[in-house]
């Protein structure tokens, strides 16, 4: 049995979700150049600003790219801000900032 998506209220159909890998190749670039200005960032805001497709598992994939970013350590944990994008409980955001291992390899 498959599944049929709904189109959007303008008529167009959302693209078929990627493969994980796929994906994360796609969007790995945008956030290692954004740690590797060394500003503060969320996840969310580095998504918007470059116009990020969503990943196949919305709830699952976004976590476990900061945790890759973090884990290889590309970037850390600063504090906690204020959503900034709205949401049901006005949740607070962790951001991030590069580190040199981040800068080194924006560079290469």
Not at 5 to 21: C, H, N
Not at 22 to 46: D, E, M, Q
Not at 70 to 80: F, L, P, T
């Amino acid at each position: 049995m498959t599944a049929t998506v709904q189109p959007a209220l303008d008529g167009t159909v959302p693209p078929e979700p990627v493969d994980y890998d796929t994906w994360l190749a796609a969007v790995w670039p945008h956030y290692i150049a954004a740690a590797a200005t060394g500003k503060t960032f969320t996840c969310y805001s580095v998504a918007d600003a470059n116009k990020l497709p969503d990943p196949p598992n919305r709830k699952a994939h976004w976590g476990r790219l900061i945790t890759l970013l973090e884990d290889k350590g590309y970037i850390r944990k600063v504090d906690w801000a204020p959503s900034d994008r709205p949401t049901t409980r006005h949740s607070g955001v962790r951001t991030w900032r590069g580190t040199a291992a981040a800068r080194r390899e924006a560079a290469a």
